[in-house]
């Protein structure tokens, strides 16, 4: 694939006046840019005459979205070279593949002989041949749909529509796209105008390449279920020596917990079919991470999958939801599919681009105070609630002020113990009423030592605890995550404990250990997460973790982040657990869970923070450096 032509690492900028926002030049003929904030999306205008995109027999000119770029980074693969009728990159819809056995043909097509017309929903009447359905064959055109659009500055409206019919199958097809800062929504309406009922597949190609690099190592897409494959995908064995996660693969992929890992570059990778199980009764969606650039995507769909589609080359990773959708006639159907980007250190409440949530963008959002969409005066930059209300309004005021003069989007934390104090048997908390309570320290205050930065506070292994109760209770499955500095004294030979955050033993508890491998080590209930680079070597070492549920309100071992020195961490060993239920009122330092599994901490900890929200990596590293003299 060398001579194909990834588009994303030499763009051409401009800068949009008064924004400070990167805003992309079109990148292929007949596109237009729809953008709010540091978000543009390209889209095919099938209206245009010299677009290549709406000549195709296979898929659909509508609401054709070519590229995705969110503060200055690329989502999407997008070709501008080579098969520009029948190949796209971007996200290119279809309806009724018929590649598999059990996906459904075209409507009308398996009902006739050879010459007979069949609908292809979203490109219009064709003619079939004496030959099975084949989504890459030319059929001949009986009636190509008219297909129109309607352009504002942050989205589009897509009509479709059939003179005639294929024996009794015709349809009306629209669709709004719409941009909102950081995500961008697809809403559809399918009507049946024809005679005779039909049951439709829907999927879209999700063409994934993040900021033009390939895919693997380092690539993974987590769903929110124990999901099953075909082919299996088989799960991760840790090898006998201690080796990095992707350096360690037999195999392209492997499973790890509810994810699919990427280990190494990806050529020739046979399509993966994943299935939820059937009582499954969460949101319809999955997440792509790349490490290597720190971009995330999730995709989301309003009605359940029947499977997803893991098409995957060196070039792009495509995870595709297919939709199965029955009308009868004169009924109509409607769905919808929302992609969410994440960029490191992107803040979707910076109004202004400019990496600053302040009195700049309180009064952008001002200015466009209760205005929708359509009016003159729309900012669609303002409305950065999650709200699905497109109005400028209290929501938006609110999601503004959360983040307000916070560097970078980094909150404050919720607690943050500081160790400094050189003396007594309290270290106290400096946001506010959560103090720490020293159990079993020496009284001459030896425990009192210089740190990585002021003081810190140094643990016998024997029995030297700190107790601090009645923490904050943050709501189930909710983002939360802890950093802190370590320095063991000798290098370990059992799981020494850091802390413990939650109830007594016997309840489902974070637990932050240094193993009997010198590895990070973070446990709950029965799930665990192993990093693979060793912190137990007597060094001064930052330690974070991090819990960033792929699904709102549930949260798996497999949501969680690790870092070490400021360096997000490969899992090297992973058993998944749900941690929605997981209790955190009350945090003990040093002191193990099961004192039969592991021992007293025996070293130095510094600088404990408790945070309310996932740290992105943009985060650690501020926090890390700012500790560096």
Same mark, same amino acid.
Request: hydrophobic share 40%; aromatic share 10%.
């Given at each position: 694939?060398?001579?194909? %032509?990834?588009?994303?690492?030499? @763009? !051409?900028?401009?800068?949009? #006046? &008064?924004?400070? /926002?990167?805003? *992309?030049? =079109?990148?292929?003929?007949?596109?237009?840019?729809?953008?709010?904030?540091?978000?543009?999306?390209?889209?095919?205008?099938?209206?245009?005459?010299?677009?290549?995109?709406?000549?195709?027999?296979?898929?659909?000119?509508?609401?054709?979205?070519?590229?995705?770029?969110?503060?200055?980074?690329?989502?999407?693969?997008?070709?501008?070279?080579?098969?520009? %009728?029948?190949?796209?990159?971007? @996200? !290119?819809?279809?309806?009724? #593949? &018929?590649?598999? /056995?059990?996906? *459904?043909? =075209?409507?009308?097509?398996?009902?006739?002989?050879?010459?007979?017309?069949?609908?292809?929903?979203?490109?219009?009447?064709?003619?079939?041949?004496?030959?099975?359905?084949?989504?890459?064959?030319?059929?001949?055109?009986?009636?190509?749909?008219?297909?129109?659009?309607?352009?504002?500055?942050?989205?589009?409206?897509?009509?479709?529509?059939?003179?005639?019919?294929?024996?009794?199958?015709?349809?009306?097809?629209?669709?709004?796209?719409?941009?909102?800062?950081?995500?961008?929504?697809?809403?559809?309406?399918?009507?049946?105008?024809?005679?005779?009922?039909?049951?439709?597949?829907?999927?879209?190609?999700?063409?994934?390449?993040?900021?033009?690099?390939?895919?693997?190592?380092?690539?993974?897409?987590?769903?929110?279920?124990?999901?099953?494959?075909?082919?299996?995908?088989?799960?991760?064995?840790?090898?006998?020596?201690?080796?990095?996660?992707?350096?360690?693969?037999?195999?392209?992929?492997?499973?790890?917990?509810?994810?699919?890992?990427?280990?190494?570059?990806?050529?020739?990778?046979?399509?993966?079919?994943?299935?939820?199980?059937?009582?499954?009764?969460?949101?319809?969606?999955?997440?792509?991470?790349?490490?290597?650039?720190?971009?995330?995507?999730?995709?989301?769909?309003?009605?359940?999958?029947?499977?997803?589609?893991?098409?995957?080359?060196?070039?792009?990773?495509?995870?595709?939801?297919?939709?199965?959708?029955?009308?009868?006639?004169?009924?109509?159907?409607?769905?919808?599919?929302?992609?969410?980007?994440?960029?490191?250190?992107?803040?979707?409440?910076?109004?202004?681009?400019?990496?600053?949530?302040?009195?700049?963008?309180?009064?952008?959002?001002?200015?466009?105070?209760?205005?929708?969409?359509?009016?003159?005066?729309?900012?669609?930059?303002?409305?950065?609630?999650?709200?699905?209300?497109?109005?400028?309004?209290?929501?938006?005021?609110?999601?503004?002020?959360?983040?307000?003069?916070?560097?970078?989007?980094?909150?404050?934390?919720?607690?943050?113990?500081?160790?400094?104090?050189?003396?007594?048997?309290?270290?106290?908390?400096?946001?506010?009423?959560?103090?720490?309570?020293?159990?079993?320290?020496?009284?001459?205050?030896?425990?009192?030592?210089?740190?990585?930065?002021?003081?810190?506070?140094?643990?016998?292994?024997?029995?030297?605890?700190?107790?601090?109760?009645?923490?904050?209770?943050?709501?189930?499955?909710?983002?939360?995550?802890?950093?802190?500095?370590?320095?063991?004294?000798?290098?370990?030979?059992?799981?020494?404990?850091?802390?413990?955050?939650?109830?007594?033993?016997?309840?489902?508890?974070?637990?932050?250990?240094?193993?009997?491998?010198?590895?990070?080590?973070?446990?709950?209930?029965?799930?665990?997460?192993?990093?693979?680079?060793?912190?137990?070597?007597?060094?001064?070492?930052?330690?974070?973790?991090?819990?960033?549920?792929?699904?709102?309100?549930?949260?798996?071992?497999?949501?969680?982040?690790?870092?070490?020195?400021?360096?997000?961490?490969?899992?090297?060993?992973?058993?998944?657990?749900?941690?929605?239920?997981?209790?955190?009122?009350?945090?003990?330092?040093?002191?193990?869970?099961?004192?039969?599994?592991?021992?007293?901490?025996?070293?130095?900890?510094?600088?404990?923070?408790?945070?309310?929200?996932?740290?992105?990596?943009?985060?650690?590293?501020?926090?890390?450096?700012?500790?560096?003299?």
């Amino acid at each position: 694939m060398a001579s194909i %032509l990834v588009v994303a690492a030499s @763009l !051409p900028w401009v800068w949009a #006046i &008064g924004t400070f /926002a990167a805003e *992309p030049l =079109p990148a292929h003929v007949g596109t237009r840019l729809l953008q709010s904030g540091s978000l543009v999306i390209e889209v095919g205008d099938p209206e245009a005459a010299d677009c290549r995109w709406n000549k195709g027999l296979r898929f659909s000119p509508v609401a054709n979205v070519l590229r995705a770029q969110l503060h200055g980074q690329e989502f999407l693969y997008s070709p501008v070279a080579g098969g520009a %009728l029948t190949y796209l990159g971007g @996200l !290119p819809m279809e309806f009724d #593949i &018929g590649q598999e /056995a059990f996906q *459904p043909d =075209p409507p009308g097509y398996n009902e006739g002989a050879n010459g007979d017309p069949f609908l292809k929903i979203g490109v219009g009447i064709l003619r079939r041949n004496a030959s099975a359905y084949s989504f890459s064959a030319s059929y001949p055109v009986v009636e190509l749909a008219r297909t129109t659009a309607a352009w504002q500055k942050d989205r589009a409206h897509f009509v479709q529509t059939l003179a005639g019919d294929a024996r009794g199958y015709s349809c009306h097809l629209e669709e709004d796209v719409i941009v909102k800062n950081d995500r961008l929504i697809l809403n559809y309406l399918l009507r049946n105008t024809g005679t005779k009922p039909f049951t439709t597949e829907q999927y879209l190609h999700d063409f994934l390449s993040f900021s033009g690099r390939g895919v693997g190592p380092n690539v993974r897409l987590s769903f929110p279920y124990d999901f099953t494959t075909n082919p299996v995908v088989l799960p991760w064995q840790p090898s006998g020596r201690v080796r990095d996660i992707g350096m360690a693969a037999a195999t392209v992929y492997t499973r790890i917990a509810n994810s699919i890992e990427f280990m190494d570059k990806a050529t020739g990778v046979p399509k993966i079919w994943v299935y939820r199980p059937q009582d499954y009764a969460g949101p319809e969606l999955c997440a792509v991470d790349f490490a290597d650039t720190q971009q995330r995507m999730t995709i989301e769909t309003s009605i359940p999958a029947v499977y997803t589609g893991i098409w995957t080359t060196d070039y792009q990773v495509s995870p595709e939801q297919f939709l199965l959708i029955s009308v009868a006639p004169g009924a109509e159907a409607r769905w919808t599919r929302t992609y969410t980007f994440y960029v490191d250190g992107f803040v979707p409440q910076d109004v202004t681009g400019d990496n600053a949530v302040d009195a700049n963008d309180l009064a952008r959002l001002s200015s466009t105070w209760l205005r929708r969409p359509g009016d003159q005066t729309w900012e669609p930059a303002g409305d950065v609630s999650a709200a699905k209300d497109d109005r400028i309004d209290l929501q938006d005021l609110a999601a503004l002020a959360r983040q307000w003069r916070q560097a970078g989007g980094l909150a404050s934390p919720i607690a943050h113990w500081k160790f400094d104090e050189t003396a007594g048997a309290m270290a106290f908390d400096e946001r506010g009423p959560y103090p720490a309570v020293l159990r079993n320290f020496p009284a001459d205050g030896s425990q009192w030592v210089a740190g990585i930065s002021g003081g810190a506070l140094r643990f016998d292994g024997i029995d030297d605890a700190v107790e601090i109760g009645d923490l904050p209770t943050l709501a189930p499955g909710t983002p939360r995550a802890l950093t802190a500095w370590i320095k063991l004294s000798e290098k370990p030979t059992a799981n020494r404990a850091v802390l413990t955050w939650g109830e007594p033993a016997g309840s489902p508890s974070w637990r932050l250990e240094v193993d009997a491998n010198r590895r990070l080590r973070f446990s709950c209930g029965a799930g665990y997460a192993v990093a693979s680079r060793v912190v137990g070597d007597t060094e001064w070492h930052h330690v974070t973790v991090a819990i960033d549920p792929v699904v709102p309100g549930t949260s798996h071992t497999s949501d969680i982040r690790l870092y070490i020195d400021a360096r997000p961490q490969t899992v090297y060993e992973m058993k998944e657990q749900d941690l929605t239920a997981c209790l955190t009122e009350s945090l003990q330092i040093g002191v193990p869970y099961d004192p039969a599994a592991s021992q007293p901490f025996y070293g130095m900890i510094d600088d404990l923070r408790l945070y309310d929200t996932a740290l992105c990596p943009a985060h650690v590293r501020r926090i890390h450096d700012a500790a560096i003299p």
